[in-house]
């Protein structure tokens, strides 16, 4: 494995580098030739279904599983291990030991990344009291809410001040407030140059957050780059209102348009809107509304995934 | 290799604060009070149980005088085998109604008799529930033939005393290699348990994730089973210390009383500390790595027994060392690493050479470094799902 890394070389732009990443469990392929390219400094969405492959793709770039075949290189390194220490990691199955105090928590996870556990001490008062958690500092873990808790190992993650952050389903879990809270950290982390990975299958975050995104289905990418070329993907939908029923102006429309209610709703034709505006004009169509929508990254999914991607993603898509 | 240690380090610095500072571990400090009582209950009940059925009473109905010379001769055995194991004796008249006497004897309940020597010395008979080959009857044989003959004076034996011989110190050294053993086996036992169950808490607190993905997997299991090994140091010296201090309090000699060991008895101590950690580390760490597969505490609970009898086998197999240090037992116990560390401290107590000791030491420090090798690759295997087959003969870096 390692012989075959050798000619990886990970380029200094790069914060994570994947190559033909395959993962078997017994006859079981979860993650079948997946790569990546991460920019250093970047906010990068992994998006896909549960049973995607994200969480197996993660482990993979964290070092906790090996994979079967292919490379990763992870902040310039081929063993994700020797980069711990300048790694944060929030895995989607949260864990801290109860009996421990929220401070001796953080201070601890720091401590695993090579930072003094008084120096983490320190990190973790004033990180606790910038998240209202400064009551709670000394208190058992056992005693704090389950969003309390799932903070105060987001802090964990932070408190090394790592270059890159890796969070697995981060949002899950949280309510509204505390989601808010975790997209401002993450561009608030992305400002200091921290590159920052995370999975989700709640599109709206990669939406609002990512430069790069990359869907995975069925344990493959299907697609890899910023979210603007996923939805350049896509021609504008045209959603139109019209006071006459029929006429010469229904030969301005595409055949593939479909209704929701009142309206015509299809893709906006190639010459653009102009010529479209004027058959409708000329051909008596009596425009009641006509909206010219740029399509979302939920759409994007759909074209790209497919239907059934976007069904296992449920109707988290609703945040389009 | 530095990284390693430290990370380590971290593992066993959070988990000796955990099981040190819970309230569990006052109970873990009063367990070996638990046999102490127990043995306290049942030795008292045994001893009560033995007083009253060990020692036969044979009822003897005959004259005064004869009676009187059989009671000289039983004295004479008694000093030489312990009394306890001598038959006792209840004198009676014979009364005119022989046959009436007897039975009543043979019903009496105070003292429980367990048969009547009726017709004196001169034709004595046995009867009761007692066989002619019993140990009992022969005892009696020997008594009557004693008290038949009225020069029943033993002869003078003199006696030089010296301080030890090669027997007497063959034997003292044996005591002492046995009590080593059983103290580092019984130390031993008591943290198997403890140490199957360690990585249960990171594994349903689901940190094992984040531990994982932190430090390499041997950095866990060292810093585990060490962390363990301190709280267990930090309970033995708070036993020893009691213990000591309850042998000032109440005994006088205390170790000093217990045979020199060859080695001498700073040697044999030193060892001993060497051992112990050794023996734990080794069986520890292959415990480690059974309970590491384990999900639930209830499948620990099960592979409890099995480890427990298997930790009764290897002390078995060292116990051979006993008496016989170079016997080919003892030199195979030596060497197999899961008995090694009780072997070669009973060949402590019994040969004072340091050479062996030596290779000992560092044959079974590089077994504890190969278990816990492979303990770390298995896990990443079996629960990490991860690495390539296990294969013993090619230890390549996990």
Same mark, same amino acid.
């Given at each position: 494995m390692l012989r075959q890394a050798q000619h990886v070389r990970s380029d200094e732009d790069l914060a994570v580098q994947a190559v033909d990443l395959v993962k078997d469990f017994n006859e079981t392929?979860?993650?079948?030739? #997946?790569? %990546?390219?991460?920019?250093? $400094? /970047?906010?990068?969405? %992994?998006?896909?279904?549960?049973? /995607?492959?994200?969480? =197996?793709?993660?482990?993979?770039?964290?070092?906790?599983?090996? +994979?079967?075949?292919? =490379?990763?290189? #992870?902040?310039?390194?081929?063993?994700?291990?020797?980069?711990?220490? &300048?790694i944060g990691y929030l895995p989607e199955e949260r864990g801290l030991y109860p009996a421990m105090t929220p401070r001796e928590a953080i201070a601890f996870l720091g401590a695993l990344r090579g930072l003094p556990l008084s120096e983490g001490r320190l990190r973790a008062d004033e990180l606790l009291k910038q998240h209202d958690l400064g009551d709670w500092a000394k208190k058992p873990i056992r005693t704090l809410s389950k969003g309390m808790a799932q903070t105060v190992q987001l802090l964990g993650t932070l408190v090394h001040k790592p270059r890159l952050i890796v969070l697995d389903e981060p949002f899950?879990? %949280?309510?509204?407030?505390?989601q808010a809270r975790l997209e401002e950290m993450i561009r608030r982390e992305a400002r200091n140059g921290v590159t920052i990975i995370f999975s989700t299958h709640v599109i709206a975050h990669a939406e609002r957050l990512c430069e790069g995104v990359a869907i995975i289905a069925s344990g493959k990418v299907v697609f890899d780059g910023s979210v603007a070329d996923a939805r350049g993907r896509l021609h504008p939908i045209v959603r139109l209102r019209t006071r006459a029923s029929d006429g010469p102006w229904r =030969?301005?429309?595409?055949? =593939? /348009?479909?209704?929701?209610?009142?309206?015509?709703?299809? &893709? %906006? +034709?190639? $010459?653009?809107?102009e010529p479209l505006l004027k058959s409708l004009i000329e051909g008596g169509a009596g425009i009641e509304t006509l909206a010219i929508e740029r399509p979302g990254l939920h759409d994007a999914f759909v074209a790209i995934a497919g239907n059934q991607a976007a069904a296992a993603m449920g109707t988290t898509g609703a945040g389009r | 290799m530095t990284r390693l240690f430290r990370s380590a380090f971290v593992i066993a610095r959070r988990d000796f604060a955990a099981t040190v500072l819970s309230k569990a571990f006052i109970f873990f400090l009063l367990g070996p009070l638990f046999p102490l009582i127990l043995g306290g209950v049942f030795g008292g009940i045994g001893a009560k149980v033995a007083s009253q059925t060990e020692q036969p009473v044979v009822?003897?109905?005959?004259?005064?005088?004869?009676?009187?010379?059989?009671?000289?001769?039983?004295?004479?055995?008694?000093?030489?085998?312990?009394?306890?194991?001598?038959?006792?004796?209840?004198?009676?008249?014979?009364?005119?109604?022989q046959a009436a006497q007897l039975k009543r004897l043979l019903a009496s309940r105070n003292p429980p008799v367990r048969a009547v020597l009726t017709g004196g010395l001169d034709n004595p008979r046995v009867t009761g529930a007692v066989t002619a080959d019993s140990d009992a009857v022969g005892q009696l044989r020997?008594?009557?033939?004693?008290?038949?003959?009225?020069?029943?004076?033993?002869?003078?034996?003199?006696?030089?005393?010296?301080?030890?011989?090669?027997?007497?110190?063959?034997?003292?050294?044996?005591?002492?290699?046995?009590?080593?053993q059983m103290l580092l086996f019984f130390l031993t036992l008591l943290l198997s348990g403890m140490v199957m169950s360690q990585l249960i808490e990171e594994k349903s607190n689901k940190i094992i994730e984040v531990i994982a993905a932190a430090v390499p997997i041997d950095a866990l299991f060292i810093g585990k089973l060490f962390a363990m090994l301190a709280a267990s140091v930090a309970g033995i010296i708070v036993w020893i210390s009691s213990g000591a201090l309850l042998i000032q309090v109440i005994s006088t000699g205390g170790v000093q009383s217990l045979p020199t060991p060859a080695v001498g008895w700073s040697g044999f101590l030193a060892l001993g500390v060497i051992y112990f950690a050794l023996n734990y580390l080794l069986l520890g760490s292959i415990f480690l790595t059974i309970g590491a597969q384990a999900s639930t505490?209830?499948?620990?609970?099960?592979?409890?027994?099995?480890?427990? !009898?298997?930790?009764?086998?290897? !002390?078995g197999f060292a116990s051979t060392a006993v008496g016989q240090p170079n016997s080919t037992e003892a030199l195979a116990a030596a060497i197999f690493p899961l008995s090694s560390p009780m072997a070669m401290l009973a060949r402590a107590a019994q040969d004072p050479a340091w050479w062996p000791q030596l290779v000992a030491i560092v044959w079974q420090a590089a077994w504890v470094a190969l278990i816990l090798h492979l303990g770390a690759r298995m896990f990443r295997k079996t629960v990490l799902k991860s690495g390539p087959p296990v294969k013993w003969w090619k230890l390549k870096r996990a």
């Open positions: 392929r979860a993650v079948d030739g #997946v790569s %990546l390219a991460v920019p250093t $400094g /970047a906010i990068y969405g %992994l998006l896909g279904p549960n049973g /995607a492959g994200k969480t =197996t793709t993660l482990r993979m770039l964290m070092g906790i599983i090996d +994979p079967s075949s292919g =490379t990763r290189c #992870v902040l310039g390194r081929e063993r994700p291990i020797e980069a711990a220490p &300048e899950s879990g %949280l309510d509204a407030i505390n =030969t301005a429309i595409p055949s =593939t /348009a479909r209704r929701e209610g009142d309206e015509f709703v299809f &893709e %906006l +034709p190639e $010459g653009g809107p | 009822a003897v109905v005959s004259s005064a005088s004869d009676f009187q010379r059989m009671l000289s001769a039983r004295e004479r055995i008694a000093h030489s085998i312990p009394d306890s194991l001598v038959v006792h004796f209840a004198h009676y008249d014979p009364e005119p109604d020997l008594i009557v033939s004693d008290a038949r003959t009225s020069a029943a004076v033993p002869p003078e034996l003199p006696v030089t005393e010296t301080a030890v011989s090669s027997g007497s110190l063959a034997k003292d050294r044996a005591l002492t290699a046995q009590i080593g505490v209830r499948e620990v609970q099960t592979l409890s027994m099995p480890v427990t !009898f298997a930790q009764v086998v290897i !002390f």
